[in-house]
């Protein structure tokens, strides 16, 4: 299984980036999704994540009512919209799967990871 982050670059604070995670492979390995981030000189930090259904997510209180995740299983995709950035929010944004169903936050609990892409909010 691959994933492939994308969507990340600059943006003023306050304004909006979707990122994009692809799997590709042996998809069907891959069902509950999730978003974590890592800023400089910190731990990689559990941002947002769905289960397989698409029906429960949860956020970290840090982003929440700001950040959407939503899949399209169809397309092997999975978005999270990113809305009223903050310059806290500046980090490298790493997608996950795992072949759990389940809504999942803890970076143990998933078996692939993508590349990660970058976030940079100018304030």
């Known amino acids: 299984v691959q994933l492939q982050a994308s969507g990340g670059g600059l943006v003023q604070a306050g304004g909006s980036l979707r990122l994009s995670c692809v799997a590709s492979g042996r998809t069907v390995s891959v069902h509950a999704m999730g978003w974590f981030r890592q800023a400089p000189g910190k731990e990689r930090e559990f941002v947002a994540a769905i289960s397989w259904s698409g029906y429960s997510t949860y956020y970290a209180d840090s982003v929440k009512g700001r950040f959407t995740i939503s899949r399209d299983n169809a397309k092997n995709t999975v978005y999270l919209q990113m809305n009223s950035l903050e310059p806290e929010d500046m980090a490298v944004y790493y997608c996950?799967?795992?072949?759990?169903?389940?809504?999942?936050?803890?970076?143990?609990?998933?078996?692939?990871w993508g590349q990660g892409t970058l976030v940079t909010v100018s304030s």
């Open positions: 996950a799967g795992s072949s759990r169903v389940a809504v999942l936050t803890r970076i143990h609990e998933y078996d692939y």
